[in-house]
Nanobody
C-alpha cells in the first residue's frame, strides 16, 4: 500500500512563498502519477496540479498557473509543491495523491492513495 505524508504547511502572509513536501513510500514517486489537491474551509476538495510518473507531463488548475510548481525527487521518494505569491484564497488543507497510469488527471476519483493533508493559512 502506498503511504503519503505531507509537510511544510503553516501560517504565512500574503505574498510569501512556501514549499510543501509529500514523502512517499519506496518507489512511489517514480512509478506513479502524483497530484496535489486542496480543500478550503466550507468548500469541496479541488484539483491543484499533477505530474505524470515519467515527469514529462504536468497539469495545473487555471487558478494556480504561474504561481505553483510541482516537482519531485525520485531519490528521496518525495514530491514538492512550490507556491509563490501566496494569496488569502490559497488558504486550505493541501493533500497529495498518487495514481497508477501516466495521465496527470485533475479528476479526484482517479487517485487511489491519499495523504492526510497539511494546513496552509495565508493572512492578508
Amino acid at each position: 500500500q502506498v503511504q503519503l505524508v505531507e509537510s511544510g504547511g503553516g501560517l504565512v502572509q500574503a505574498g510569501d512563498s512556501l514549499r510543501l513536501s509529500c514523502a512517499a513510500s519506496a518507489r512511489t514517486v517514480s512509478s506513479h502519477t502524483m497530484g496535489w489537491f486542496r480543500q478550503a474551509p466550507g468548500k469541496d476538495r479541488e484539483f491543484v496540479c499533477a505530474l505524470s510518473w515519467n515527469g514529462i507531463r504536468t497539469n495545473y488548475a487555471d487558478s494556480v498557473k504561474g504561481r505553483f510548481t510541482i516537482s519531485r525527487d525520485n531519490a528521496k521518494n518525495t514530491m514538492y509543491l512550490q507556491i509563490n505569491s501566496l494569496k488569502p484564497e490559497d488558504t486550505a488543507v493541501y493533500f497529495c495523491a498518487a495514481r497508477k497510469g501516466s495521465d496527470p488527471s485533475g479528476e479526484e476519483y482517479k487517485y487511489a492513495d491519499w495523504g492526510q493533508g497539511t494546513q496552509v493559512t495565508v493572512s492578508s
